[in-house]
């Protein structure tokens, strides 16, 4: 078998810059780089536990204080759910070690305090229901982006329960028959042609990318098989018997 050091001289380089072109394709494969967590992905963790620090309280003043039947429910629904994220935000967090907040956020407690002074169970209804939905939309998209890019698989599949509970709780917020959409965060305006444009840059670096292993796999072989010819002539030649001695001519000496 044939090893790097036996390659000629100008072919080593060749092989050296095809493998480093291979790598920065396809990067390393590994557990350590399957673990690396991004910023978004540590600030997705850290928002699904600061929902479930009000709306766990929100959802059992729901059941509670809720006029209509439907707030009641789900106000229940949404207590159940943050429940279980809550766990498994927990889990995440400590297999990476990452900090979690103890408290909601200050614009999380006004809202709590807007619930906690309602006038009556009517106005209630409406600022729970409404408030909710609103930080779910806010919540909803974040999700989204981190479920669509992240490289970690524990991350993805937590953004992907997180991504189905939200959607789940959208649907049930504005079931309750009060919520204005006028309210909610309007969805952010496409820049032109930006999918086409990244979709474009893609294929670019992959046709690159392709080109450049194509190109330098092929010089690659054409070395390979010029050492592999050179080493068939030598056995060859290495094999070959001796010419039979030259017959000296009368009164000529061999040496």
Request: hydrophobic share 45%; aromatic share 6%; proline share 6%.
């Amino acid at each position: 078998m044939t090893s790097a050091s036996d390659l000629p001289r100008p072919v080593r380089p060749l092989l050296v810059l095809l493998i480093a072109a291979v790598v920065s394709l396809f990067g390393p494969i590994g557990e350590a780089r399957a673990q690396e967590l991004s910023a978004a992905d540590k600030n997705l963790i850290v928002n699904v536990k600061l929902a479930g620090l009000w709306e766990m309280p929100a959802g059992m003043w729901a059941q509670e204080r809720g006029k209509s039947k439907r707030t009641r429910e789900v106000g229940r629904t949404l207590m159940i759910d943050h429940g279980r994220l809550d766990t498994a935000t927990h889990a995440i967090a400590d297999r990476f070690g990452i900090a979690l907040p103890a408290e909601p956020s200050d614009q999380q407690s006004a809202w709590l305090g807007e619930m906690k002074a309602a006038r009556d169970d009517t106005e209630f209804d409406r600022i729970f229901a409404n408030r909710l939905r609103y930080a779910h939309g806010v919540l909803f998209p974040v999700i989204a982006q981190v479920r669509a890019g992240t490289r970690n698989d524990v991350v993805r599949d937590y953004a992907t329960t997180a991504n189905q509970a939200v959607l789940r709780h959208m649907t049930l917020l504005e079931s309750t028959g009060v919520v204005d959409q006028s309210l909610m965060p309007e969805a952010p305006v496409p820049q032109s042609n930006s999918a086409n444009a990244a979709m474009d840059v893609g294929f670019g670096e992959f046709a690159l990318g392709l080109l450049l292993a194509v190109v330098l796999g092929g010089g690659l072989f054409l070395a390979l098989r010029a050492l592999r010819g050179k080493n068939t002539r030598t056995r060859d030649r290495a094999a070959a018997p001796e010419p039979d001695p030259v017959p000296s001519a009368p009164g000529e000496i061999n040496v």
